[in-house]
């Protein structure tokens, strides 16, 4: 199978139900899969090897997606956030390619990479115009049993080292869409408001999953507070995914506005990053008309592997219990077509409670890269996030399995230092590192922002703080305020970046 069929099915369903609205402009889903047929043909006449797009989000990576499915090619956003010499890199990796989006930048980073080269607009008018020869017409999307082609290549964020090339399969896509998502279940007035970047995992299951519910996908190529508020208002936005850092700046806009029409937004989905306790206790009450869902997930599991659902949150919320309290800050459960194990340093899977690394097995996990697979023996993937599960089956997140502070042989998660200093009324943003220590191998660092209208607190304040919450061993031994913290446009926060902060 080929995820192509999803757009297939939907043309076929309903081929003048309006599937995409980009900058004022509205495609059917009949007319995105002619241009993906046509995309199919250019791509064909090409030869070239990869598809890339270096852009914001626009119908070209609508159809470039899908039309490089029929192609049989990988298709490859690129960040177009990278510095030249990172993205040179990376253009140089995919080589041939046909590419599309910025053509100065690509021209002049990778001119002498063999690549073809077209801007979003000649993408799309040419796949429009272009028809496919007769042996092409007859392509059956669904002709490959086992899906064992590969249809997506991304990047990965290198926050931690240089970019890994993840390899998704069309099985590992429709694993995900098949097993979450009922065909045609949306209704013809649901919208979807799509603003997370083209190269992001969540930004492509976001299409793929709208298109197979026949959701109409409202896309918004560059986020700002102000406009996100605009389009849910002006064409009635149902679903929406957000990262915290977005979800955040909303709600300053509508705190600082006289008003905000959110009444038709019925589901607010959110990942990609930490998201702050009191962010998601502000939105609940800005938005008492729409379902919350956290949704966590990678590259390399082709989405989301675990939901805290809409009722989750509410009785969150509302509970007394600190045990159903603390669930606000969980990922919720594993999707039903996934399993999660939490394993000790030697392999062993840990009881209920007990924290360790966050392993996960399913058809739509590839935890494959170009390089290599990461897959054990028996199919399970080795996220490298830290974590524990409770005994009600609810999964916790405290970081990356790299970002444990050993400190005298004592493994520390960043996270439970992280939520007690955001309990002080003047702490807005906080992150908990290692640093080096000669007594004890590594210690507690830490970088705070202070919240507006207050002072700083005093060391020995924070310092009495984390000590009557947590054990001594916690207690940061060195302390810095900063500005701010610094975060990818996901929201994930760049602990080496922090850890260059306090070493200064």
Not at 387 to 401: Q, V
Request: proline share 6%.
């Amino acid at each position: 199978m080929n995820i192509a069929l999803l757009l297939e099915m939907a043309a076929e369903a309903a081929p003048d139900r309006v599937g995409l609205v980009c900058e004022g402009k509205r495609w059917t889903y009949g007319d995105l899969l002619a241009a993906a047929r046509g995309a199919f043909e250019l791509i064909r006449q090409s030869e070239a090897e990869y598809v890339a797009l270096l852009d914001e989000s626009s119908e070209a990576a609508v159809i470039a997606v899908f039309g490089a499915a029929l192609a049989g090619v990988p298709y490859c956003p690129l960040n177009y956030r990278l510095p030249d010499a990172d993205l040179a890199a990376l253009l140089g990796r995919i080589s041939p390619a046909l590419v599309i989006g910025d053509e100065e930048r690509i021209t002049r980073l990778g001119g002498d990479q063999q690549h073809i080269v077209l801007s979003r607009e000649e993408f799309a008018l040419k796949a429009q115009e272009t028809v496919p020869a007769d042996d092409a017409r007859e392509y059956d999307p669904g002709a490959d049993e086992a899906g064992s082609g590969v249809a997506i290549q991304l990047f990965t964020s290198g926050t931690t080292a240089a970019p890994k090339a993840a390899i998704l399969r069309h099985s590992n896509l429709l694993g995900y869409i098949l097993g979450t998502i009922e065909f045609g279940s949306a209704d013809e007035a649901d919208a979807a408001l799509v603003v997370v970047p083209p190269y992001h995992i969540a930004g492509i299951s976001a299409l793929l999953s709208s298109i197979y519910a026949l959701r109409t996908i409202v896309m918004l190529p560059a986020f700002s507070p102000e406009g996100w508020l605009e389009l849910v208002a002006s064409e009635r936005v149902s679903n929406a995914f957000v990262v915290p850092t977005m979800l955040s700046r909303i709600i300053e806009a509508m705190e600082r506005a006289e008003k905000s029409d959110v009444s038709s937004l019925r589901a607010v989905a959110y990942g990609g990053g930490k998201m702050p306790i009191e962010v998601i206790r502000k939105a609940l009450d800005l938005f008492p008309t729409a379902g919350f869902t956290n949704a966590y997930g990678l590259t390399e599991t082709s989405s989301t592997v675990a939901l805290l659902g809409p009722d989750d949150h509410r009785e969150a919320l509302a509970s007394q219990d600190p045990k159903v309290r603390a669930r606000l800050t969980s990922l919720g459960k594993p999707i039903p077509t996934v399993e999660i194990e939490i394993r000790g340093e030697s392999g062993e899977v840990l009881p209920a409670g007990e924290p360790g690394e966050i392993y996960v097995r399913g058809e739509q996990v590839s935890g494959e890269y170009k390089e290599k697979s990461a897959l054990d023996a028996q199919g399970w993937f080795p996220t490298r996030d830290a974590g524990y599960m409770d005994e009600d089956g609810y999964l916790f997140l405290s970081g990356r399995a790299d970002d444990v502070i050993v400190r005298g042989g004592e493994n520390m998660s960043p996270g439970e230092i992280e939520d007690v200093l955001l309990t002080h009324p003047a702490v807005a943003d906080a992150c908990a590192c290692a640093i080096p220590s000669i007594e004890w191998g590594e210690t507690v660092g830490v970088a705070i922002v202070t919240r507006d209208g207050h002072t700083a607190p005093a060391e020995a304040e924070i310092k009495d703080l984390v000590r009557a919450r947590l054990r001594s061993s916690r207690v940061p031994e060195k302390i810095v305020f900063v500005a701010e913290l610094p975060y990818n446009e996901m929201g994930k926060l760049l602990r080496r970046k922090v850890k260059e902060v306090l070493a200064d």
